[in-house]
């Protein structure tokens, strides 16, 4: 009796513990479920309109609309995509105003005093070779306290100037290389033997120079000039020089030390001058790296609300949502972290001169953010593209390339 009168007492046991954990398992699901439908209920008419298209994004067929709007949080696996979040510390914000996306040891930036003076607080951008982005703070010294630089009157020599690529991507392209003795900026002047062009200005300062040509005509000969202007605008201009598009040339491949690119240190040392009424900040490091100058972004107080979309009312809270930036380019990488080497630049301004389309929307203060190319939720175009096909997509920005 006492085996018996046990085995029953351990069979009533495990069906208690059964019925609740399928009761706290429904009970989960039924909130998850609610929290996926939550967005739903005052979006109905979007989410209806979106799902008609051919592509749509994994997780707004799924509903997990926090995957994508909301601050990921170390507690809430309420979506599937919760797994590939990185919950990062808050930092500031920063609106990159000046970079030099060429690794070297020296980098040279120019601002002008007033835009200097009225930031409350510098900051410079590091990114090393397989190294992720930190920052560093930068005050800026007063104006009349740093050493002013003299026009000699000069112009910069130029020398060694190359062609390093020819090559057929979307377009036809070709990539040249000079060097000059003093900080210069960058263009060149070219022609297949009828009108002469300009390339897209290059207002780095730099000794090393390289301007790539687009949207070049096949089988021709393509002479060229290299022009650079020094910190005073005394121009100098080279020879002429040629190359022939009938005849592909692959850019040569730096190979470098894997041991480089574990290095830590970066070591930097910013050196303060002025002229006229501009600063010139030039700044060193022990090892190759691209820098960035940047100032704290203000974040807006209010959310805009979707175009040709009304709010409803609502009593619910809603969870914390992602800023513009986050949004828009941030989010996107939890998931499609690879992208970042062999896509579009994004947080990025456009080219001086250049206009960018209304359709393609940008971050409130002009940078291109991922959305600039890609439809939200839906498309009827691959990968969510807001144009049919990649070279459309492309001339729409790139004019000079038709």
């Known amino acids: 009796m006492t085996t018996t009168k046990l085995k029953t007492d351990l069979l009533r046991v495990h069906c208690l513990l059964v019925f609740f954990l399928c009761f706290y398992a429904c009970q989960v699901a039924c ?14 008419d979007m989410f209806v309109a979106d799902m008609t298209k051919g592509i749509v994004h994994k997780p707004f067929q799924q509903k997990e609309c926090r995957a994508c709007h909301t601050e990921s949080n170390a507690n ?33 930036f120019v601002l002008s005093r007033s835009e200097a003076e009225n930031s409350v607080h510098f900051f410079i951008g590091i990114n090393g070779m397989g190294r992720e982005a930190v ?17 000699d009157y000069t112009v910069p020599n130029i020398g060694n100037v190359q062609v390093l690529s020819v090559e057929k991507g979307i377009f036809l392209s070709a990539t040249i290389e000079w060097q000059t003795d003093e900080l210069a900026d960058a263009q060149v002047k070219y022609t297949s033997g009828e009108n002469w062009q300009l390339s897209d200005f290059d207002p780095q300062l730099t000794q090393l120079h390289r301007v790539t040509l687009t949207a070049l005509k096949a089988n021709k000969v393509y002479a060229f000039h290299v022009v650079s202007h020094d910190i005073f605008g005394n121009e ?19 190979k470098t030390s894997s041991k480089a690119g574990r290095e830590r240190k970066v070591g930097l040392q910013p050196e303060f001058f ?12 022990l090892k190759p ?32 949502f992602l800023d513009s930036d986050d949004l828009n380019t941030e989010a996107c990488y939890t998931c499609h972290e690879k992208t970042k080497s062999n896509s579009h630049p994004v947080n990025v301004l456009p ?3 250049m206009i960018i389309p209304p359709e393609y929307p940008t971050l409130p203060d002009g940078r291109i953010s991922c959305m600039s190319c890609h439809m939200r939720h839906t498309s009827n175009n691959d990968y969510r593209m807001i144009k049919r096909k990649n070279k459309e997509l492309c001339v729409g920005c790139h004019t000079n390339m038709i």
């Open 351 to 353: 080219k001086p001169g």
């Open 274 to 285: 002025r002229s006229g009424e501009n600063y010139f900040l030039k700044i060193t490091s």
């Open 289 to 320: 790296c691209m820098l960035f100058l940047g100032v704290p972004l203000l974040k807006p107080k209010v959310l805009r609300e979707t175009a040709g979309e009304k709010k409803k009312p609502s009593t619910k809270k809603h969870a914390t």
């Open 135 to 151: 920052k560093v703070g930068l005050p800026f010294p007063e104006f009349e306290t740093v050493p002013a630089l003299e026009n």
């Open 76 to 108: 809430d696996s309420s979506s599937s995509h919760a797994d590939k979040k990185v919950v990062k510390k808050k930092t500031k914000k920063i609106r990159w105003v000046r970079k030099d996306s060429r690794p070297g040891t020296e980098h040279w």
């Open 236 to 254: 100098a201009v080279s020879g002429s020089f040629s190359f022939d598009t009938s005849k592909a040339l692959l850019p040569k491949v730096n």
């Open 31 to 44: 909130l998850f479920a609610q929290e996926r439908t939550d967005c739903i209920e005052c979006h109905q």
